[in-house]
């Protein structure tokens, strides 16, 4: 008997190497429909929802949901269920095991507000691939005054001067001051 592939829907087991648990974190606009967009891509693609983790009170420095799925499915379905998300506008902040490799802390003083601080977010996320994890922003004399974030970034391993160079040029472009952490040196 020769093998026969596996049926659509049919998982297979953790011995035959079929089934394995993955976390999905995605980010969604909080709109109707938005969640189940996000699932129609993990069901066409062979995925089986083992839990989901909508975080509605919670939301991120670009006003999303952050939403946590976990899910299985054989591993060479993952990535076709990765990419299905992606393409339909979905923004994966974490896939499996596919962490970003590093975090970096950043302060930008200014006039964060009024140089529209969402727009800078998006700047930096765009051109570096970056994903803002948390943000505090210090408005003491208002919005139309100084004010300062402190933005945690989880960025690609080995990235961080390409990010601190484009975090520097849209700094520069809105005339925002940089804190960079102090890096430690070689003695």
Do not use: W
Not at 2 to 23: C, M, Q, W
Not at 93 to 98: L, V
Not at 104 to 113: F, K, P
Request: hydrophobic share 35%.
């Amino acid at each position: 008997m020769g093998d026969a592939p596996t049926p659509p829907g049919d998982l297979g087991t953790e011995a035959d190497g079929g089934v394995r648990t993955y976390t999905v974190r995605l980010e969604l606009v909080d709109e109707p429909g938005e969640l189940l967009d996000a699932l129609t891509p993990i069901a066409e693609n062979g995925g089986n929802l083992m839990s989901i983790h909508h975080e509605r009170g919670n939301i991120t420095p670009r006003g999303h949901i952050p939403v946590e799925v976990d899910l299985g499915c054989p591993p060479d379905r993952f990535d076709d269920i990765v990419a299905a998300l992606r393409e339909t506008g979905i923004n994966v902040i974490q896939a499996g095991a596919e962490r970003y490799g590093e975090e970096i802390s950043v302060v930008l003083v200014g006039h964060l507000i009024e140089t529209d601080l969402s727009d800078t977010l998006l700047a930096i996320e765009d051109e570096t691939s970056a994903a803002v994890l948390d943000l505090s922003l210090s408005a003491p004399q208002g919005t139309g005054d100084t004010s300062s974030a402190r933005l945690r970034l989880a960025i690609d391993s080995g990235r961080s001067e390409a990010v601190f160079d484009t975090i520097r040029s849209v700094s520069e472009e809105k005339d925002l001051t940089v804190v960079e952490p102090l890096l430690g040196g070689d003695a």
